[in-house]
């Protein structure tokens, strides 16, 4: 009962959408707005062919690949960073710059550097993902309560062992927030990354189909975004619902008292 | 890490030498402790009390080796202390914030231990026995969170008490825990320490609570501190709420630590630093009622 409560929650807004869109066309014949109807049709030709092999997995590979990547990068940088004073004074300031740069104006700097190449696609993917992770880390390890940091202390919870039980635990909500940046970041730049000088993948093909007035096609690409997007952000939350169970929970209970 | 016991009494678990304290901040210096010297003797329960500000929380940093002594040393069991050491234990007043959120009670008492790398098999009975000692034993899966501030504290106690030290420091462990709670935890105190006979330093606010405690109590002046007076506590080894403190004695020995802590709110200072004195000629007169005895957190 209550899964299909939630289920109506979920799919009561889209449907109502989808609705509005077909009633909306109804007997029109615009070019460039296709029917629900039309889409749906095109939709499975479309994508569920050699296309699914040829550009959907490779860029939803490249995707997983880079955002994994910073995530690592950025939990590793973060926690280093958070950590030993001299280097975060150290570091900063540079890091506020490269920052700042916008990860689309890197593509042609990569592809010259790197060529067009799977590895240049994925660093742009890193390059924009990683400073949410990075920077929620710094703040998440430099706010490790100073009471818990004494007794891990005094018990000889030193190290690794100190990193492992305690900082990142203790940070893991800052992280958390920020990878759920970096997803919404990543699926961006996957599709940035693609347009400029790609011969496959999502973002490569939807511009393909727009410069060849494939305009049904086209618009079924982008809804092949928004549901890797909703399926990323579900798989996110289902993660992030157990590995904090603790700290909603916590939150929880000083709310209610 | 030189032995440099020459000056402790050879008996001392826990010495505590010359040891002074000051704090560097932009206003200038400030001179926390300013000359500390006492012994506990293995197997000791001492209270230390004083007024608030009296750099009691300073004190027990640089004994638990979480900070550096500005001069002066301490000494666990003849080594010098230059970093928390293996044999001690500390509990510490912010139950809330001790404990791991993240780990269940077990895994918040297992951990210290599994951090050393103690058999698993080991590791299971010292927990189970530690928690329960402090009457714990039917909430491991919980998560702190999930108890009450007093059963936090409990858990804390499990933990410090499963890691097996030598000597325990408590830090006003039961300043934020409520009247009843607290006298439940007081008497769990006397249990533990009895049966481990550990060495406890349990510093306090609270002079009832000092005189309950302790086999002897050390009052700290006011800051810059020192040692205002160290008494010995002559009542029964078997302690309880209700007939300790109906004793004439315990009224005696409270009125007299009461009134040492009054003095040094005034800016009293003992005339010979570090002259134990004994407590045998407690005054009767009842102290100024404006007094606070506890009510103050750190």
């Given at each position: 009962m209550k899964v299909l409560k939630t289920a109506a929650y979920v799919l009561a807004l889209p449907v109502l959408?989808?609705?509005?869109?077909?009633?909306?066309?109804?007997?029109?014949?615009?070019?460039?707005?296709?029917?629900?109807?039309?889409?749906?049709?095109?939709?499975?030709?479309?994508?569920?062919?050699?296309?699914?092999?040829?550009?959907v997995l490779p860029s939803i590979a490249r995707l997983l690949i880079g955002v994994v990547a910073a995530i690592v990068i950025g939990v590793v940088g973060g926690v280093l960073i958070g950590s030993v004073k001299w280097l975060r004074a150290l570091l900063e300031p540079t890091l506020e710059f490269f920052r700042a740069i916008p990860p689309p104006v890197l593509v042609p700097v990569l592809i010259l550097l790197m060529g067009i190449t799977d590895s240049m696609k994925i660093a742009v993917i890193i390059s924009g993902c990683v400073w949410p992770v990075l920077l929620n880390t710094i703040e998440g390890v430099r706010a490790v309560d100073g009471v818990l940091s004494d007794s891990a202390h005094t018990y000889g919870i030193d190290?690794?062992?100190?990193?492992?039980?305690?900082?990142?635990?203790?940070?893991?909500?800052?992280?958390?927030?920020?990878?759920?940046?970096?997803?919404?970041?990543?699926?961006?730049?996957?599709?940035?990354?693609?347009?400029?000088?790609?011969?496959?993948?999502?973002?490569?093909?939807?511009?393909?189909?727009?410069?060849?007035?494939a305009i049904p096609e086209m618009w079924s690409g982008i809804v092949v975004l928004g549901l890797l997007g909703v399926a990323m952000s579900f798989i996110f939350q289902w993660a992030e619902r157990n590995i904090l169970r603790w700290y909603h929970g916590q939150k929880e209970v000083e709310n209610a008292a | 890490m030189q032995p440099s016991a020459a000056q402790a009494a050879p008996e001392a678990m826990l010495s505590v030498r010359g040891l002074k304290k000051v704090y560097q901040t932009d206003g200038g210096d400030v001179e926390a402790v300013r000359n500390l010297t006492f012994d506990l003797r293995a197997g000791e329960l001492a209270c230390l009390v004083g007024p608030s500000g009296s750099g009691k929380t300073t004190l027990l940093k640089c004994i638990s080796g979480l900070m550096a002594p500005t001069e002066g040393?301490?000494?666990?069991?003849?080594?010098?202390?230059?970093?928390?050491?293996?044999?001690?234990?500390?509990?510490?007043?912010?139950?809330?914030?001790?404990?791991f959120p993240w780990m269940r009670v077990r895994d918040n008492v297992e951990l210290p231990l599994k951090n050393q790398g103690v058999p698993k098999a080991e590791r299971d009975r010292l927990v189970d026995e530690a928690l329960e000692a402090v009457g714990l034993a039917h909430v491991p899966r919980s998560y702190p969170w999930q108890l009450s501030g007093g059963m936090q504290q409990r858990v804390a106690i499990a933990r410090a008490i499963a890691y097996q030290?030598?000597?325990?420091?408590?830090?006003?462990?039961?300043?934020?825990?409520?009247?009843?709670?607290?006298?439940?935890?007081?008497?769990?105190?006397?249990?533990?320490?009895?049966?481990?006979?550990?060495?406890?330093?349990?510093?306090?606010?609270?002079?009832?609570?000092?005189?309950?405690?302790?086999?002897?109590?050390?009052?700290?002046?006011?800051?810059?501190?020192?040692?205002?007076?160290?008494?010995?506590?002559?009542?029964?080894?078997?302690?309880?709420?209700?007939?300790?403190?109906?004793?004439?004695?315990?009224?005696?020995?409270?009125?007299?630590?009461?009134?040492?802590?009054?003095?040094?709110?005034?800016?009293?200072?003992?005339?010979?630093?570090?002259?134990?004195?004994?407590?045998?000629?407690?005054?009767?007169?009842?102290?100024?009622?404006?007094?606070?005895?506890?009510?103050?957190?750190?």
């Open positions: 959408l989808v609705l509005a869109w077909w009633v909306s066309t109804l007997g029109t014949v615009n070019f460039f707005v296709p029917t629900p109807a039309a889409l749906v049709n095109k939709f499975g030709e479309v994508w569920f062919g050699p296309r699914f092999f040829s550009d190290g690794w062992a100190r990193v492992r039980y305690l900082v990142l635990p203790s940070a893991s909500p800052q992280i958390l927030a920020g990878v759920r940046q970096s997803l919404s970041l990543g699926l961006i730049l996957m599709v940035i990354s693609e347009m400029f000088a790609s011969s496959s993948g999502l973002g490569f093909t939807i511009v393909q189909f727009q410069r060849s007035f | 040393e301490v000494l666990l069991d003849g080594k010098r202390v230059s970093g928390p050491p293996k044999k001690m234990a500390v509990v510490f007043q912010e139950y809330g914030r001790s404990l030290p030598e000597v325990l420091l408590m830090d006003e462990p039961f300043a934020a825990v409520d009247a009843q709670t607290r006298a439940d935890l007081e008497d769990l105190i006397r249990v533990v320490w009895k049966k481990l006979g550990v060495t406890v330093l349990f510093v306090t606010h609270d002079i009832d609570e000092s005189v309950y405690l302790g086999e002897r109590v050390i009052i700290l002046s006011s800051s810059p501190t020192v040692v205002q007076e160290d008494i010995v506590i002559d009542l029964p080894a078997e302690r309880d709420q209700l007939n300790t403190r109906s004793l004439p004695r315990f009224t005696e020995l409270r009125h007299h630590v009461y009134e040492q802590i009054q003095l040094a709110k005034k800016g009293h200072r003992p005339a010979a630093a570090g002259a134990p004195a004994a407590a045998t000629a407690a005054a009767s007169t009842p102290a100024a009622p404006t007094a606070d005895s506890g009510a103050s957190g750190a």
